[in-house]
């Protein structure tokens, strides 16, 4: 009897661990001017001050980008491939000038403030390194709480593919196959 109730204590802290994406109330919340959650102001708070950033906060700016009008998932625009051949060819301080253009545009961008940490990290730059990294873990730990990736109805959910190929380098997951359930 004292194993089956430490096994429903133990399932029932795992499943709290995983919290549902309700991408209706993200939306109202996101778009609603008298809220916390107002995604113009959830930004703000972000740039400024991402230590102070609660779960619920961070699920809702990074699921509620996808109710903005700056939010297109295919866009890849020249300044975007510049930056990527500099990042490849280790020219970090290009870079950075590139990049910190292109955050200005999307502060919530998970996978370029990824590759701005190592840029900062790289060009010693601890201040706006330790900056960057609270902000790619207020994302990391929102896309992570999604799900746990073990069945397609638990699957973690991002809103790019940037983002998945980010998530499974930081989990070290190797992939297998992908599929979209848009």
Known sequence: MKRTVLLLFAM????TLFAQVDLKEIAKLTKDHSTA???DTLVK??????????????????YG???TEAYEPY??????TRFEDFFRQGNYQRALTLGQRLIEKDPVDF????KLLKCYLEQKDEEMANFTRLQVNVLFKAIQRSGDGDTPGTAIKIIQIADEYAMMALMDVQ??????NM
Do not use: N, W
């Open 12 to 15: 029932s802290t795992v499943c």
């Open 37 to 39: 959650y107002y995604y």
């Open 45 to 62: 708070e972000f740039l400024t001050h991402p230590y102070d950033f609660e779960m619920s906060k961070g699920m809702s700016l990074y």
């Open 65 to 67: 980008k996808l109710f």
């Open 75 to 80: 866009a890849f625009s020249p300044e975007q």
């Open 111 to 114: 996978a370029l403030l990824l």
């Open 175 to 180: 992939g297998i196959s992908r599929r979209s």
